[in-house]
């Protein structure tokens, strides 16, 4: 089936940073329901339609799964099946830094452990190179400049063309730009967790990016699903809390949290919007983020979320008083 003509006219892009590359303000990641405990058609469907709704970026890291390497697996196959013919029009991006094999260098910023991660990546998608190459943590061991000149040689190896990182606090961010300026390969993204209940990036982080003039795609905007509709009243079978694999525990959705939940969700229904929306446009709200990656594990989820676009701007006293739910 060919993608929807209209699939550019669908929603907003984004500049990251000072840089060439453009953004959609929503962006695709693939860190759960696309492994190989999930169900393949039903992620096939979800990047389809991303597609078709102008979602041009897809975000995977090597140890996304579970099992460890197989949601990268699995987007190669519907790459091969259905968007081969549209590579050019894809951001595709990958990263390296958890463990993802046994002994000393299969996790961590070492150049060895760096560049053989994105070759096993590029072999599990069966691709030439990827649009975008993070280093996925801080190594507290490795100098910096190490981790820096791997993902400087990834680029002048042709096997990636930006490079980012993530989950790097303030002060080694501005490091980290320092070094890749100095090599030519700026820095074009930075990838926090960042939402209503990760307020860490506005201790510094946010305010380098806009002076430096580097992305931001900020990762859970949803808080791992919570800010959503889902758990106001129980907790869902078949929701991501109630699964035993996954970063958001049962034991999170307290009587506290879910009277919280409810009072966002509130001000939500109050813009005419569900509680995950006016956390996407929460996070969109600060002139530093350049794309929200929000996560699916259904079409009309995804479909949902993409309505938040329609009314992103929030209003002094709406701010006000979500502010004040979560004081």
């Known amino acids: 089936m060919a993608p929807a003509p209209d699939r550019y006219e669908q929603l907003p892009y984004r500049r990251a940073g000072r840089s060439g590359l453009l953004l959609p303000t929503i962006s695709l990641g693939l860190w759960h329901n696309f492994g190989s405990v999930d169900p393949f ?67 961590w910023g070492s150049r060895k452990y760096l560049l053989s991660s994105l070759d096993a990546s590029l072999k599990r998608m069966r691709l030439d190179y990827v649009d ?37 606090d303030a002060e080694q961010t501005t490091r ?6 100095e090599l030519r390969t700026p820095l074009v993204l930075h990838q926090p967790k960042y ?4 307020r860490s990036p506005e201790r510094g982080l946010l305010e380098v990016l806009e ?40 034991s999170a959705v307290t009587a506290e949290r879910r009277a919280q939940l409810n009072r966002l969700d509130a001000i939500a229904r109050a813009r005419g919007q569900t509680l995950a929306q006016l956390a996407i446009a929460w ?26 676009l329609e009314r992103l701007a929030l209003a002094d006293d709406e701010l006000r008083a979500i502010e004040e739910v979560l004081a």
């Open 211 to 250: 002076r430096e003039g580097v992305g931001c795609i900020v990762f859970s905007p949803l808080a791992q699903g919570l800010l959503s509709s889902r758990y106001l009243r129980d907790l869902p079978e078949d929701s991501r809390a109630a699964k035993p694999h996954g970063y958001l525990e049962a």
């Open 195 to 198: 939402s209503m209940y990760e």
């Open 176 to 181: 980290a730009i320092a070094i890749l300026r």
């Open 283 to 308: 996070v969109l709200r600060h002139p530093a983020v350049t794309s929200a990656l929000v996560g699916a594990s259904r079409v009309s989820q995804l479909e949902e979320n993409l309505v938040a």
């Open 41 to 107: 058609d039903v992620g096939r469907a979800i990047v389809l339609r991303a597609f078709d709704l102008g979602i041009t970026h897809f975000d995977l890291a090597n140890n996304y799964g579970p099992e460890p390497g197989s949601a990268e697996e699995n987007f190669g196959r519907i790459l091969r099946r259905d968007l081969r013919a549209h590579r050019d029009e894809l951001v595709i991006s990958s990263k390296a830094g958890y463990r993802m094999w046994p002994g000393p260098y299969g996790e």
């Open 132 to 168: 975008v190459f993070y280093s996925h943590r801080p190594d507290p061991d490795t100098p910096l400049e190490e981790t820096m000149l791997a993902l400087d040689q990834a680029v002048r190896l042709g096997k990636a063309l930006y490079v980012g990182i993530s989950n790097y």
